[in-house]
């Protein structure tokens, strides 16, 4: 199973001992605030980790959450508290921002169950990764070949104060192809969220495999996609 998902370490609450998960900012006994421990994105809401989320429900918990987490609630409470309810915000906010995002949601969700997702695949340095062959997906080799020239020429072109429609028209058209190829990988992703949260061990493994190869491919079209964007002026 999910070792990382399962590992959770119950936690003595601060106030009035009974053990709770680490990643829950209030004490469910007693209800005070806790300090940001650990545990996962997902238990901070009381949510079981998946993909296919509830979104409107997460935004209900993330409000309510925000509101009991607020500074002034804590005026008068102790030097501890005050600080927690700060830190537990920031905690807050950044799984909120995770897990409403569906691609930041997979990556997230991946990389806890032992994923290995990285920019080294992609390559943060677009344009290193953008001209080494071996890294371009198979299918775009040709496309990425032929942009590859069309930017550097536009490139050219705009340096000398030339505009060139045709150039431009053709970027624009390679642009909303792989815009078009991004929401295909999307759509792909969707499918393997139910695979990974209906499906058993076996499923799982292999929906992770497939998305982890899809976030790559989505990586790979999105810097093409910001390259032709930034190329184009717009
Ligand atoms: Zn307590």
Not at 53 to 60: F, K, N, R, T, V
Not at 216 to 231: G, I, K, P, Q
Request: glycine share 6%; charged share 30%; net charge negative.
């Amino acid at each position: 199973m999910l070792k990382v998902l399962d590992n959770a370490v119950p936690v003595a609450c601060w106030a009035c001992s009974v053990s709770h998960t680490p990643s829950t900012l209030f004490c469910p006994h007693c209800s005070k605030i806790q300090p940001p421990i650990g545990g996962n994105y997902f238990s901070i809401f009381g949510l079981v980790p998946r993909l296919d989320l509830d979104l409107g429900m997460l935004e209900h918990e993330f409000h309510k959450l925000s509101r009991k987490l607020h500074p002034d609630r804590y005026a008068r409470a102790t030097t501890n508290e005050k600080d927690w309810s700060l830190a537990d915000t920031a905690l807050l906010n950044d799984a909120y921002r995770t897990l409403k995002d569906p691609i930041h949601r997979t990556e997230y969700l991946l990389k806890l169950s032992g994923a290995q997702i990285g920019e080294q695949h992609a390559g943060k340095d677009s344009d290193g990764a953008r001209k080494d062959p071996s890294r371009v997906p198979a299918d775009l080799l040709e496309e990425v070949f032929e942009l590859n020239m069309q930017l550097e020429e536009m490139r050219a072109a705009r340096k000398s104060g030339v505009t060139d429609p045709e150039l431009q028209m053709s970027l624009s058209a390679a642009k909303r192809k792989f815009d078009g190829l991004m929401d295909e990988v999307d759509q792909d992703l969707r499918a393997q969220w139910t695979v990974w949260d209906e499906g058993d061990e076996g499923a799982r493994a292999a929906a992770q495999r497939t998305m982890v190869a899809l976030l790559d491919r989505r990586r790979y079209l999105a810097n093409l996609v910001r390259d032709v964007t930034e190329t184009l002026g717009a």
